[in-house]
């Protein structure tokens, strides 16, 4: 059986100089640095970075591939529209929790996620499946017990949506999880502005009882209520600018 290559300390180095870069240059493109702007050439980069002009053409090689740039002949490399982004890569999300909140930005997660996770929940309440179940009910504790030590209760409620994605039992949809995660973070950025607002446990109570119960159209319209009340805030708050 051969061997597994060892990593060599250069390579791995090379690899930090890389992902280092392609985070920088990402942030960048994504929060708007380039708009308007010409996108440096690999020349540039790598002397305004102080790193190699390998490290630089594969950190664009990965920063085209995410959708983020586009190479043509005699056009050199240049910044592409948001609409060619992978809205799915986990590095994109990230990105776009650094740019200037967006009430748009927020209505459009709130828009995908009215289309999936109330689908979700429904199917975790016709699969009935124990285990899954029980993770979505550890979600819901941990989002009490946030609330009762007055602590940020956002990862227990990021936990608990992740959990009914997973518990539907259909991998596509287990996929959403980065943008859930993203748009749940960017939903509490607006609210937090909001006196009062929270996200409400017994909401969240009536779609565990419902996934619970094997109920699958309670759990659908439980969850969907969820989402279209952030939906009626954003809504609000557009009428307002």
Do not use: C
């Amino acid at each position: 059986m051969a061997q597994p290559t060892p990593v060599r300390a250069s390579d791995a180095h090379a690899r930090n100089l890389t992902f280092g870069m392609l985070d920088a240059l990402g942030r960048a493109i994504v929060t708007g640095r380039y708009d308007g702007a010409r996108f440096p050439t690999e020349a540039e980069l790598a002397t305004d970075h102080m790193v190699s002009r390998s490290v630089t053409r594969e950190a664009v090689k990965m920063l085209t591939a995410k959708g983020l740039l586009t190479a043509r002949p005699r056009r050199g490399t240049t910044v592409q529209p948001a609409s060619s982004w992978n809205l799915f890569d986990p590095d994109v999300l990230r990105w776009l929790l650094e740019r200037k909140f967006s009430l748009e930005l927020l209505r459009q997660f709130s828009e995908l996620r009215i289309a999936i996770e109330p689908a979700a929940a429904a199917l975790a309440a016709r699969a009935g499946n124990d285990s899954a179940t029980a993770r979505v009910a550890e979600g819901f504790r941990r989002m009490e017990a946030a609330e009762a030590a007055g602590e940020d209760p956002l990862e227990a409620d990021i936990a608990f949506h992740v959990a009914v994605l997973e518990a539907s039992g259909n991998p596509f949809y287990l996929q959403f999880r980065d943008v859930v995660a993203t748009a749940l973070r960017t939903s509490i950025r607006f609210t937090n502005g909001l006196e009062g607002r929270t996200a409400s446990l017994p909401a969240h109570r009536a779609v565990l009882a419902a996934i619970e119960a094997g109920k699958p159209e309670r759990a659908r319209a439980a969850m969907a209520a969820i989402i279209a009340d952030v939906m009626a805030l954003v809504t609000e708050a557009e009428g307002q600018v």
